[in-house]
């Protein structure tokens, strides 16, 4: 499994495509925005798209998604069906952020905690990580010891929780109880920032410690 990331919008979101060696099959992972961006970078691998993953339902993490799902004739999947309320307020949120106003949508497919999603022969478990938003998911990787947590953990920090239906208690249970339970030597790919690892947020982290927060 190859990992390229395309920062996004002004936010910097880190979009993820995840390419599959043996299949040349792609995924793209929270598409925030800047689609002309994204295509351009995509196509210069020279990879078939074959699906669109999000991990929850907030601007900059879907901002993209219609356009390059039109692109490339692919379905939305993800997340949690509790994200729905998100997707329908998206003019709200493109209005709060200063973004040009898109038309709410809904993926073609909500998942839920244990489904599995296929990108070429690559598998993604995923885990149902509420706090930062209520249906917020994460997509693990075994064999490559890899994570792609979207906003529910970063390098020395966590994900807001005063936006409408988050919750702080939450969210640290989803880290402790689903993140924190995978191997040390995960690699935890962030939706802003740099890459961490399970095991250093694990002994450093100071949100989920207790020391801040």
């Given amino acids: 499994m190859k990992v390229h990331t395309i920062p996004v919008t002004p936010f910097m979101q880190n979009c993820r495509v995840i390419v599959c060696n043996e299949t040349n099959k792609a995924a793209l992972v929270d598409p925030g925005g800047d689609p002309e961006k994204i295509a351009a970078f995509v196509d210069s691998l020279d990879v078939e798209v074959e699906k669109i993953l999000l ?17 490339y004739n692919v379905e939305i999947v993800g997340p949690h069906k509790d994200e729905q309320f998100w997707f329908d307020a998206l003019p709200m949120q493109c209005q709060m952020f200063g973004f040009p106003i898109m038309e709410p949508f809904l993926p073609d497919t909500w998942l839920e905690e244990g489904d599995k999603v296929a990108v070429g022969k690559i598998d993604l478990s995923v885990f149902l990580c509420p706090g ?40 640290l249970n989803s880290i402790r109880e689903k993140l924190f339970t995978l191997p040390d030597e995960t690699v935890v790919l962030t939706g802003h920032g740099n890459e961490t690892t399970i095991g250093i947020e694990k002994r450093t982290n100071p949100f989920v410690s207790g020391r801040f927060g």
């Fill in 132 to 171: 930062h938003t209520p249906g917020h998911v994460v997509f693990y990787n075994k064999p490559s010891s890899s994570v792609f947590v979207g906003d529910v953990l970063f390098q020395g920090s966590i994900g807001r929780t005063d936006f409408p239906k988050g919750d702080g208690p939450t969210l």
């Fill in 55 to 71: 991990t929850h339902g907030h601007l900059d993490h879907v901002g993209a998604s219609v356009v390059l799902k039109n692109k």
